[in-house]
């Protein structure tokens, strides 16, 4: 029985820099910067160590109709926005509701549901606590809301492994699709937690960088003055199916999803392995699914949160893999664009990954300034073609707990 092929045929996204996945991927190659200060009475009210985030460009409660986002966190407002956007670029496909899967994922979950839900608790007591508080906080419930909007039967699984999260769910979409247990998967991820105890706790851990004089710069990946990465919000959603079926219904393509990869460190609840033995192993799975070698990768979308210790360390494993040539490749971090959107980060990657295998461009990294010599990728500032011929793309995803998760594209 022969293995079947997994294609990409619907984009939908709301990130930092655009409210759909063409608005995003325009605003990325122009060089935009999504991050701002932001204008919350609690930044001054908890004297934050940092005033700034990656905010989503618009807001999903303004596009859903209103008793439908009442009903959701506003992660899932973002799920189910980005979901819509990208079943409709997929052509609103007909599939029969047992054979359509949903594979989502979320790396906190309803954060704001739970601690709004507590505030209202404390200070008006149990019966002004909204009933729907558990499904809307529930990590699932991203899944489970597009599992009910779309009518998807044959499963709605949810990851949530921090980080590495929505690039999990792609990778578990292209198992189940060859696995027989669906002909469509809506697959993606979602986050939407700046929120003064996150910005608190990330910032109480050193992770955050702390610009607030320059928030629009201040996620630099690669560069030598880094310190720390920027807190996004969004979600971003992939429509994969069978080459079979999309043919069958005379779906456009935009790419190939030809492999994944997902280990884990056992190393640091926080910390990745400096060694990055277990990111390398997961590029090596992705590469060995996709029949290919690490000499037929011609672009990288990689994690580069602009972490003084992550980015470095991603070098590491990037090289165990490639060797030398990996300072040959055209590499992105284009977390210094959006922000790092958290569970959310993985599909929104993946989508410029797919992005920019159509247009055959390697999107720029923005703020960089002298490269450090511990991180010497190809990083370009512009746009930076990726030539002719078969292009085959990586995105890389790494998370707290030690989750390591890659995708491998091909172009069609």
């Not at 439908?68 to 496909?93: N, T, Y």
């Not at 599939?95 to 507590?118: H, K, N, Q, S, Y």
């Amino acid at each position: 029985m022969s293995i079947p092929r997994i294609v990409v045929t619907g984009i939908g996204a709301s990130s930092p820099i655009g409210g759909t996945a063409p608005d995003s991927w325009s605003a990325l190659l122009a060089g935009a910067s999504g991050t701002r200060t932001l204008e919350y009475d609690w930044v001054e009210q908890y004297n934050l160590p940092v005033t700034f985030a990656a905010q989503a460009a618009v807001r999903p409660d303004t596009i859903l109709e209103r008793p439908v986002a009442k009903r959701l966190d506003p992660s899932s407002q973002f799920a189910l926005v980005a979901a819509m956007e990208a079943w409709v670029d997929a052509g609103s496909p007909e599939v029969d509701p047992e054979r359509l899967g949903v594979d989502f994922a979320t790396g906190i979950g309803g954060l704001w549901t739970l601690l709004d839900a507590w505030d209202t608790l404390r200070e008006k007591g149990p019966r002004r606590v909204l009933p729907m508080t558990v499904p809307m906080l529930m990590p699932n419930a991203a899944a489970g809301n597009l599992s009910l909007h779309f009518g998807a039967r044959a499963y709605a699984r949810t990851v949530a492994s921090a980080c590495a999260s929505s690039t999990e769910s792609i990778v578990n979409a292209i198992e189940h699709l060859r696995d027989g247990l669906a002909d469509v998967v809506i697959a993606g991820g979602t986050e939407s937690v700046i929120h003064p105890v996150t910005i608190a706790s990330f910032s109480s851990m050193q992770a955050l960088s702390k610009r607030n004089d320059s928030p629009e710069t201040a996620s630099r990946p690669g560069s030598i003055d880094r310190d720390g990465f920027v807190m996004g919000e969004g979600a971003g959603v992939l429509i994969l199916e069978t080459e079979e079926h999309a043919r069958a219904r005379g779906a456009k393509i935009y790419a190939a999803v030809v492999g994944g990869g997902v280990t884990a460190d056992s190393y640091h609840i926080t910390a990745n392995d400096p060694e990055g033995t277990g990111a390398a192993r997961a590029v090596k799975l992705a590469l060995a699914m996709a029949d290919a070698s690490p000499d037929d990768v011609t672009h990288i979308n990689a994690h580069l949160t602009s972490t003084p210790v992550g980015d470095p360390n991603e070098y590491t494993a990037l090289h165990s893999v490639f060797g030398d040539r990996v300072e040959g490749i055209p590499v992105s971090g284009t977390k210094a664009s959006t922000g790092h959107l958290l569970g959310g980060t993985g599909a929104l990657e993946a989508i410029f990954t797919v992005l920019a295998l159509r247009d055959r461009v390697a999107p720029p990294t923005i703020n960089l300034t002298e490269q450090d010599p511990a991180v010497p990728f190809l990083l370009s500032t512009q746009p930076t073609p990726l030539g002719a011929g078969d292009q085959l793309a990586i995105s890389n995803s790494f998370g707290f707990g030690g989750h390591n998760a890659v995708a491998a594209f091909a172009s069609i």
